[in-house]
């Protein structure tokens, strides 16, 4: 699978060593930075990103910053794109199955890393249910 990942300066180090996870699980990663936990605006890496889901030129997407909101409400601005803020399994696999989230928002202040690693793990390998869910997927882009 091609994965998109990116995020700002606080979720750098969840970002790089999810990374050596999701490569090591035989996945493709885009890496849209920051390149290190020098302070940036997260806006600048999470608009290409969410354009690289849009386009499906990415399958899924992984965004990692303090809160997780600031990449969420950015990811959001685009059309196609479903980005879910996820701190526990339920909360990914219910954004998976009933909302067919397409990027997972992971507030690494909030949250230790190898819960990171289980909820990028739960978003990848949960299925979206369609049916009666599909209909209300269709009316988000209004």
């Known amino acids: ?12 180090y969840y970002k790089q060593r999810l990374i050596k996870f999701l ?5 493709k990663l885009v890496d849209f930075g920051p390149e290190s936990d020098t302070s940036v ?24 910053c303090g809160s997780g909101n600031g990449v969420a409400i950015t990811a959001n601005k685009h059309k196609n794109v479903r980005a879910a803020l996820c701190w526990n399994t339920e909360l ?14 992971i507030p690494a202040r909030f949250i230790a890393y190898e819960l990171a690693e289980t909820l990028v793990a739960t978003f990848l390998n949960t299925g979206f249910e369609a049916g009666r869910h599909q ?6 882009n209004g």
Do not use: T
């Not at 219910?94 to 397409?102: D, G, S, V």
């Open 23 to 27: 490569e090591g699980e035989n996945h």
């Open 41 to 64: 605006d997260y806006p600048d890496h999470v608009h290409p990103l969410a354009l690289s889901i849009a386009s499906k030129d990415s399958d899924l997407g992984v965004l990692i």
């Open 92 to 105: 990914v696999a219910l954004a998976r199955q009933h909302n067919n989230a397409n990027i997972i928002c």
């Open 1 to 12: 699978m091609k994965i998109a990942i990116g995020g700002d300066h606080a979720g750098f």
């Open 135 to 140: 209909r209300r997927v269709d009316k988000i």
